[in-house]
């Protein structure tokens, strides 16, 4: 451990070497002066020795002159440690001296601390004499007297600086006191105006000692605690707070001094007269320079208006609150973009939400209003207008339903006009809606429904009419007006049935009935009426209501389709007449053609087996014009000469006319080709005929016309030489029921019919008529570009088609027909197995089975239809041909699709069975 003397009269400095060098290590040793310390050296020598330079009694210089010159202080290390002497000379007076190190305070405590480390090292004995290289000190009287010139000339000029520095303060100090001076002036002009201000200060002014005790208080505080400022000095002014604050008041106001700190407390003066101040007193403390306070300063404010409107003002939020609590129309704010910041529980529970924090997650912007009425309709009137009234939209609730409501709201600004929030109140109007949505609906029916209504009051004046009525009457709203509908009786009703209505009316309140009124034209409507009473609150009748339908042209229609049902049935009883007759003439047909397979070679009988034929075969077209007549026939077009069309008709024609009307026919003398059902073409003929026949009620003559118009149509027409058609009935004639004939007479189908057909086959009906001079009804259709090459008989481009054992199974219920086809199959070559039924049939054994089933469309028991299903179900692959007096379509789809049959209608001949047997053959798989 080193011992190191630290020399230096500041006791700081001498603090702080102490604690660092004894903190590394270092034994220390303390003198305040140049003197004590060579006292303290030659008792005891240190390691190192650290000195200040300026020092009282004896300066550093002096006592490193002298330490220098001492043989046993002479090799300790010395060291310069100054803040004073900091110039490089005084560095090399220093050097000179025989110092070993010369430093400048202050340095880092490291800096410090290794550069005494050092010198300790160099004055250790390993340093002794013969290896130092420590300067030399002057000595000699010369020497002497250099140390004394050197050491006056450092201290002069240190004088200098000194002096220098002290002219320096003194200026300061000069300057300091002017400028203190004029604060002090400033400061009494200061305390003048506090003074003044005090005085004339709108609040209460205070100030106290530093133990809280009043000094100061002005006249404004006077005037708010109603105590004069003598009475309130010291602790007077607390006499004029009241009791009840008292406490309170103390307590804030003793923890402020304690503290320290500032006060800031409301509290209420009572004055002489018993009135209640409310105030608010502040206080700071003044503090010196040093810190410490000197008093305190402070304010009371008079604050008893302000109270009494916060009073008012929370009364006023109570009853607002009450009244937004308990408001029956829904209260909100929301931000502009619809954040729902407040909702009473008015509009909590109309939204359907729990309550109103779960409300405030929701926003109007985006989920709150129904389609039919975005927020931003309402955002824009808001802007255009600051406010809505009476704003009506759609408000969706939790569950997603909605709610009509009827909204007032107006926009809050900011200063700088932004838009702070939306506020509003909103009342669910959606009974009322839907009531007025009602209202307005049975208005809107009342004023476009197709009936008329009239409402009178109970003396039978009319007060309201509707569209209808205008329209169906041809009266207007003011002609009725005040006027009794009297108006409109026809003379149709006797007073016995206007009696009876009016006493229905009387006695049950309602009368319904079919009435016949006049229009305004004189033309009669008929209607179908009800007329109601309309009872007030007392149980009077204070108005009638008549709502009355037109069915005039429904009484039209009922009275056409009577007579359309008549000709359904006769066209029903022409169906069935014309399948029983096809049925004796397949009999017949048979027969001739079993005769002809027994006679063939007898001499004499082929000509007459011939006419029997052909005989058979004009039956047979007969029927067919029946099948036609009664729609019994599926429509097929095909290629066909509308010249052989015409002349098909003709003998039917013949037979729908009366005997006064002559048929004449003019037929083009080339072929008209067409893509055309022959049975629809038969039904425009025959109806385009009897129109014309209906036409000559005394009998005339009626031309059948055929031609071309060149290479795109072809057409037909009926001409007669009856009435002819009046202009005004033109327009009208293609009208479905539409007729100029009395009831009974005709059903107003025929011409719509026509006109139905020519358009489906791509044509046009057009008439030519004159009143007096008859009717020419055209009738075109297309002309076929491509018409196939006529077909070469079958009997005479080829032998008919024979079987080869084939098993065939026949079932007819006509004993004729099914005798004559067992004999004409056997003949061809099958194996015939014949049945009466279809029982019969399926009670056949189940081996062999059969190849083709020919059966009846219609049997007795078990329909054709359903053997040839049950009998496919035996024998999957079962050929089936189905024969009927009736049309192909009534017979196939009875059947299942996958048993494709084969259909023959009766009446056919041998040719046609066997091609159509060898037609069901040949779809066998393999």
Same mark, same amino acid.
């Given at each position: 451990?080193?011992?190191?003397?630290?020399?230096?009269?500041?006791?700081?400095?001498?603090?702080?070497?102490?604690?660092?060098? %004894?903190?590394?290590?270092?034994?220390?040793?303390?003198?305040?002066?140049?003197?004590?310390?060579?006292?303290?050296?030659?008792?005891?020598?240190?390691?190192?020795?650290?000195?200040?330079?300026?020092?009282?009694?004896?300066?550093?210089?002096?006592?490193?002159?002298?330490?220098?010159?001492?043989?046993?202080?002479?090799?300790?290390?010395?060291?310069?440690?100054?803040?004073?002497?900091?110039?490089?000379?005084?560095?090399?007076?220093?050097?000179?001296?025989?110092?070993?190190?010369?430093?400048?305070?202050?340095?880092?405590?490291?800096?410090?601390?290794?550069?005494?480390?050092?010198?300790?090292?160099?004055?250790?004995?390993?340093?002794?004499?013969?290896?130092?290289?420590?300067?030399?000190?002057?000595?000699?009287? +010369?020497?002497?007297?250099?140390?004394?010139?050197?050491?006056?000339?450092?201290?002069?000029?240190?004088?200098?600086?000194?002096?220098?520095?002290?002219?320096?303060?003194?200026?300061?100090?000069?300057?300091?006191?002017?400028?203190?001076?004029?604060?002090?002036?400033?400061?009494?002009?200061?305390? !003048?105006?506090?003074?003044?201000?005090?005085?004339?200060?709108?609040?209460?002014?205070?100030?106290?000692?530093?133990?809280?005790?009043? $000094?100061?208080?002005?006249?404004?505080?006077?005037?708010?605690?109603?105590?004069?400022?003598?009475?309130?000095?010291?602790?007077?002014?607390?006499?004029?707070?009241?009791?009840?604050?008292?406490?309170?008041?103390?307590?804030?106001?003793?923890?402020?001094?304690?503290?320290?700190?500032?006060?800031?407390?409301?509290?209420?003066?009572?004055?002489?007269?018993?009135?209640?101040?409310?105030?608010?007193?502040?206080?700071?403390?003044?503090?010196?320079?040093?810190?410490?306070?000197?008093?305190?300063?402070?304010?009371?404010? +008079?604050?008893?208006?302000?109270?009494?409107?916060?009073?008012?003002?929370?009364?006023?939020?109570?009853? &607002?609150?009450?009244?937004?609590?308990?408001?029956?129309?829904?209260?909100?704010?929301?931000?502009?973009?619809?954040?729902?910041?407040? !909702?009473?529980?008015?509009?909590?529970?109309?939204?359907?939400?729990?309550?109103?924090?779960?409300?405030?997650?929701?926003?109007?912007?985006?989920?709150?209003?129904?389609? *039919? $009425?975005?927020?931003?309709?309402?955002?824009?009137?808001?802007?255009? *207008?600051?406010?809505?009234?009476?704003?009506?939209?759609?408000?969706?609730?939790?569950?997603?339903?909605?709610?009509?409501?009827?909204?007032?709201?107006?926009?809050?600004?900011?200063?700088?006009?932004?838009?702070?929030?939306?506020?509003?109140?909103?009342?669910?109007?959606?009974?009322?809606?839907?009531?007025?949505?009602?209202?307005?609906?049975?208005?809107?029916?009342?004023?476009?429904?197709?009936?008329?209504?009239?409402? $009178?009051?109970?003396?039978?004046?009319?007060?309201?009419?509707?569209?209808?009525?205008?329209?169906?009457?041809?009266?207007?709203?003011?002609?009725?007006?005040?006027?009794?509908?009297?108006?409109?009786?026809?003379?149709?009703?006797?007073?016995?049935? &206007?009696?009876?209505?009016?006493?229905?009316?009387?006695?049950?309140?309602?009368?319904?009935?079919?009435?016949?009124?006049?229009?305004?034209?004189?033309?009669?409507?008929?209607?179908?009426?009800?007329?109601?009473?309309?009872?007030?609150? *007392?149980?009077?009748?204070?108005?009638?209501?008549?709502?009355?339908?037109?069915?005039?042209?429904?009484?039209?229609?009922?009275?056409?389709?009577?007579?359309?049902?008549?000709?359904?049935?006769?066209?029903?009883?022409?169906?069935?007449?014309?399948? +029983?007759?096809?049925?004796?003439?397949?009999?017949?047909?048979?027969?001739?053609?079993?005769?002809?397979?027994?006679?063939?070679?007898?001499?004499?009988?082929?000509?007459?087996?011939?006419?029997?034929?052909?005989?058979?075969?004009?039956?047979? !077209?007969?029927?067919?014009?029946?099948?036609?007549?009664?729609?019994?026939?599926?429509?097929?077009?095909?290629?066909?000469?509308?010249?052989?069309?015409?002349?098909?008709?003709?003998?039917?024609?013949?037979?729908?006319?009366?005997?006064?009307?002559?048929?004449?026919?003019?037929?083009?003398?080339? /072929?008209? /080709?067409?893509?055309?059902?022959?049975?629809?073409? +038969?039904?425009?003929?025959?109806?385009?005929?009897?129109?014309?026949?209906?036409?000559?009620?005394?009998?005339?003559?009626? =031309?059948?016309?055929?031609?071309?118009?060149?290479?795109?149509?072809?057409?037909?027409?009926?001409?007669? %030489?009856?009435?002819?058609?009046?202009?005004?009935?033109?327009?009208?004639?293609?009208?479905?029921?539409?007729?100029?004939?009395?009831?009974?007479?005709?059903?107003?189908?025929?011409?719509?019919?026509?006109?139905?057909? !020519?358009?489906?086959?791509?044509?046009?009906?057009?008439?030519?008529?004159?009143?007096?001079?008859?009717?020419?009804? =055209?009738?075109?259709?297309?002309?076929?570009?491509?018409?196939?090459?006529?077909?070469?008989?079958?009997?005479?481009?080829?032998?008919?088609?024979?079987?080869?054992?084939?098993?065939?199974?026949?079932?007819?219920?006509?004993?004729?027909?099914?005798?004559?086809?067992?004999?004409?199959?056997?003949?061809?070559?099958?194996?015939?197995?014949?049945?009466?039924?279809?029982?019969?049939?399926?009670?056949?054994?189940?081996?062999?089975?059969?190849?083709?089933?020919?059966?009846?469309?219609?049997?007795?028991?078990?329909?054709?239809?359903?053997?040839?299903?049950?009998?496919?179900?035996?024998?999957?692959?079962?050929?089936?041909?189905?024969?009927?007096?009736?049309?192909?379509?009534?017979?196939?789809?009875?059947?299942?699709?996958?048993?494709?049959?084969?259909?023959?209608?009766?009446?056919?001949?041998?040719?046609?069975?066997?091609?159509?047997?060898?037609?069901?053959?040949?779809?066998?798989?393999?």
């Amino acid at each position: 451990m080193s011992r190191v003397l630290v020399v230096d009269d500041n006791a700081d400095n001498l603090y702080l070497l102490r604690v660092l060098l %004894t903190g590394v290590g270092h034994e220390v040793f303390l003198a305040a002066d140049g003197a004590e310390a060579l006292t303290l050296a030659r008792a005891t020598p240190p390691d190192l020795v650290v000195s200040d330079i300026l020092m009282p009694q004896m300066d550093g210089w002096t006592l490193c002159r002298q330490w220098k010159a001492d043989a046993r202080l002479t090799w300790i290390p010395f060291m310069f440690y100054t803040a004073t002497y900091t110039e490089p000379k005084d560095e090399a007076f220093a050097l000179s001296l025989g110092a070993d190190c010369f430093m400048v305070k202050p340095q880092e405590p490291e800096v410090l601390v290794e550069t005494i480390k050092r010198l300790l090292w160099r004055g250790s004995p390993e340093s002794a004499p013969g290896g130092s290289a420590r300067p030399e000190p002057s000595a000699g009287a +010369d020497s002497e007297l250099a140390f004394v010139k050197q050491h006056r000339d450092v201290v002069i000029r240190k004088l200098e600086h000194k002096m220098a520095e002290v002219e320096s303060a003194n200026e300061a100090l000069r300057r300091d006191a002017e400028v203190r001076l004029r604060t002090e002036a400033a400061l009494r002009d200061s305390e !003048a105006r506090f003074q003044l201000l005090a005085e004339v200060s709108p609040v209460g002014i205070f100030q106290t000692d530093p133990s809280g005790a009043t $000094t100061y208080v002005n006249r404004r505080w006077s005037e708010i605690a109603g105590m004069a400022a003598e009475d309130a000095l010291g602790d007077g002014w607390f006499r004029a707070v009241n009791p009840e604050d008292r406490e309170r008041l103390s307590r804030n106001w003793v923890e402020a001094v304690q503290s320290s700190g500032n006060s800031v407390a409301d509290y209420r003066f009572v004055h002489p007269d018993g009135r209640i101040v409310w105030v608010i007193g502040q206080a700071v403390a003044v503090r010196d320079r040093s810190g410490q306070v000197t008093g305190y300063v402070g304010t009371t404010t +008079d604050i008893t208006d302000r109270v009494r409107a916060e009073e008012a003002l929370r009364a006023s939020e109570e009853r &607002y609150r009450s009244l937004f609590e308990q408001s029956p129309v829904g209260i909100y704010r929301t931000t502009p973009e619809g954040s729902i910041l407040l !909702a009473n529980p008015t509009l909590v529970a109309m939204l359907g939400y729990a309550n109103a924090e779960e409300l405030q997650g929701s926003n109007l912007e985006s989920t709150g209003f129904g389609t *039919d $009425t975005p927020r931003t309709q309402f955002k824009e009137a808001l802007a255009r *207008d600051g406010e809505v009234r009476g704003f009506e939209s759609r408000w969706v609730r939790k569950d997603g339903t909605q709610v009509v409501v009827r909204e007032t709201a107006h926009a809050v600004y900011a200063e700088d006009g932004r838009v702070l929030y939306f506020e509003g109140a909103v009342e669910d109007v959606s009974e009322r809606s839907l009531a007025e949505e009602a209202r307005r609906r049975l208005a809107a029916a009342v004023d476009q429904a197709a009936e008329a209504v009239v409402i $009178t009051d109970r003396e039978g004046t009319i007060e309201y009419v509707n569209p209808a009525f205008e329209r169906i009457t041809g009266f207007s709203h003011d002609e009725v007006l005040g006027k009794n509908p009297r108006i409109l009786q026809s003379g149709q009703h006797d007073a016995e049935f &206007y009696g009876a209505m009016w006493a229905t009316l009387v006695e049950h309140g309602v009368w319904s009935g079919h009435v016949v009124n006049r229009r305004k034209d004189g033309s009669l409507v008929e209607q179908e009426a009800t007329i109601s009473a309309v009872f007030g609150e *007392d149980g009077g009748v204070v108005d009638y209501v008549a709502v009355s339908r037109d069915v005039t042209a429904e009484q039209a229609l009922r009275d056409q389709l009577t007579q359309a049902q008549k000709m359904e049935a006769v066209g029903r009883l022409a169906g069935g007449i014309a399948h +029983d007759f096809n049925n004796l003439l397949q009999a017949l047909l048979s027969q001739v053609a079993i005769l002809g397979l027994r006679l063939r070679g007898v001499p004499g009988t082929g000509k007459a087996l011939e006419e029997l034929d052909q005989l058979v075969r004009r039956g047979a !077209a007969l029927t067919r014009q029946l099948l036609l007549f009664s729609r019994r026939e599926t429509p097929v077009r095909e290629p066909s000469d509308l010249n052989d069309l015409v002349r098909g008709s003709t003998n039917l024609l013949r037979r729908v006319v009366r005997e006064d009307v002559a048929i004449v026919t003019e037929l083009a003398a080339a /072929p008209l /080709p067409v893509l055309a059902d022959r049975g629809q073409c +038969d039904q425009v003929l025959m109806n385009l005929v009897v129109n014309a026949s209906d036409a000559m009620p005394d009998g005339g003559t009626l =031309t059948v016309r055929t031609g071309s118009d060149g290479v795109e149509a072809v057409w037909l027409s009926v001409t007669d %030489t009856g009435c002819g058609i009046p202009e005004v009935v033109h327009e009208h004639l293609f009208e479905p029921f539409f007729t100029t004939k009395p009831i009974g007479k005709g059903t107003g189908l025929g011409l719509s019919v026509v006109h139905g057909i !020519a358009r489906a086959h791509g044509g046009s009906v057009t008439v030519s008529s004159r009143e007096g001079e008859g009717a020419t009804f =055209t009738v075109s259709f297309p002309r076929l570009l491509d018409p196939p090459a006529p077909a070469e008989d079958a009997r005479e481009g080829s032998s008919t088609p024979m079987g080869s054992g084939e098993r065939v199974l026949l079932v007819e219920d006509e004993d004729g027909a099914r005798e004559g086809l067992l004999e004409i199959l056997g003949s061809l070559g099958y194996a015939v197995t014949a049945a009466a039924s279809g029982e019969e049939a399926s009670a056949l054994p189940v081996s062999p089975p059969f190849d083709v089933l020919i059966t009846d469309l219609i049997l007795p028991g078990i329909a054709g239809p359903d053997l040839a299903n049950r009998l496919r179900a035996r024998w999957p692959r079962l050929l089936v041909v189905v024969m009927s007096g009736y049309a192909e379509e009534d017979a196939l789809r009875r059947l299942r699709p996958e048993i494709g049959a084969e259909f023959v209608q009766k009446p056919f001949d041998i040719e046609t069975l066997a091609r159509t047997v060898r037609r069901a053959l040949s779809q066998r798989a393999p």
